[in-house]
């Protein structure tokens, strides 16, 4: 050690060393490293958060001195995380994925109660209607605390719903213990992941904050999109083969028939098609006689099943109507006993 460093470091107690050491250490074993901040998180829950994450990850506080010269001293882009390094901060060391790990801290997230002279995160609005709350002092304390609150068939009843205190504004100290009261908790309480770096790679959170569901669904759409391009300008691929030569198959039979090639596969289809041409021509030849046997048969066959048809729907108009008088007539039954039941009564009431 020279003297300009025995200088430097001679007045630097131990244990700040062997912090930077730590940091440097665990730097080089763990490929994720994450800068995340702890303000306003209770030294208790912040220890539960420690032992929620013990079998994934390492999460460690330390002063941000200590934090920028660990860094400054690591080699590659790790120095750049320094700037991540800002009020209360604690770091995470882990094998998991960033965007995982994000994932996971923003689900361990959960509601608390605003403390007085904390400033509101987003507008605090209390809900008009009924409480729990039986009649008494409570009325004066909502009304103090900036919520209008009345008795109302021996309930206490918020009068309206209103917005008690803005994005950005102070919450007092009544207000506090009344939202606490009414179980409104505004605060988000976690660990707030700012950086990561990822094997040498520096990723703000902005970057691993993703909707895994439209991920999804983008993917599936864009693969989508790829296999119907694929099938359209015919890009033969593992995924594609198989539809490219049914779509093969039936344009190469459809190109067949209309052009009536005469193919084993195809045969039975140009059969049916002239049969089915045939017996439509046969409605333009007035003479019976000009037409073969088998186009007779197939025209009388034809003509049986139409008349079959044609039976069958009369015959199910038939039954509707005899439905319908049916009802009608049992509608009229029942309005002349409902007059005779009028008129017995009215021969009770006047004897």
Known sequence: MDALTEHRTSHVPQWKLDCVEEIRGLADRYPVIGIAGIRDIPAKQLQGMRRDLKDVAKLIVYR??????AFDGCDGDIQSMNLHVDDQTALIFTDLNPFKLFSMLESSKTQAPIKAGVSAPHDIVVEGGPTSFAPGPIVGDLQNAGIPARIDKGKVVIRETNVVAH??????????????RLEIFPMTVGLNLRAVCDNGTIM??????IDEEQYVSDITSSVAQAFNLAIAIAYPTAATIHTLLAKASGDARNLGINSAILEPGIIDALLLRAQSQAVALSGSITDPAALGESLQQAIAEKEAVNAADEAKAEETAAEATVDAVEAEGAGEE??????????EGLGLLFG
Request: glycine content about 2%.
């Open 204 to 209: 703000a959170a902005s970057l691993l904050d």
């Open 167 to 180: 994005a950005g504004e102070p919450v007092s100290r009544a207000l506090s213990e009344m939202l606490t």
């Open 64 to 69: 941000n001195s200590l934090i920028w010269r």
């Open 334 to 343: 029942d309005a002349e006993e409902k007059e005779e039941e009028a008129a």
